[in-house]
Structure formats: structure tokens, C-alpha cells
């Protein structure tokens, strides 16, 4: 994501929501603080998974097969 502040938005809703699902208190790292040890959503930790994600759908377009003619 280009802009720190609307990933760590999106982080703040990812911890949020995990509490919600699993009855746990989230995770709310202040800025500029090192992660908590057990966090499943880091800033950092996040930020991969989108590039990750990213870097998948960009390859997929590149491979997608084409249907063969009838």
C-alpha cells in the first residue's frame, strides 16, 4: 500500500476483526513500537501478505490459459 497511514488503518480493522472472530482482546501496536510477541497482524506482517497477494494476481494475469477453440 503506498500511504503508511491507510495501511495501518487496514491493519487496526485486520486486529479488530481477528479479535472479534476469536474472543480475544486485538493487538494495537502504537506507532512506532516494537510488535507484541503473538501478534498474527503486524504492520509488517500484513504489508507482505498484500505484496504477496499483489505479486499473485500480477502473475496470474500474465498466465492466464486460454480456452481452447471449439
Do not use: C, I, K
Amino acid at each position: 500500500m503506498s500511504s503508511e497511514a491507510r495501511l495501518r488503518r487496514f491493519v487496526a480493522q485486520v486486529d479488530a476483526e481477528w479479535g472479534r472472530l476469536y474472543s480475544e482482546r486485538p493487538y494495537f501496536d502504537p506507532e512506532g513500537a516494537p510488535p507484541r510477541p503473538g501478534d498474527p497482524y503486524t504492520l509488517e506482517s500484513v504489508r507482505t501478505a498484500l505484496a504477496d497477494l499483489l505479486d499473485g494476481l500480477r502473475a496470474a494475469e500474465g498466465t492466464e490459459t486460454q480456452q481452447p477453440a471449439d
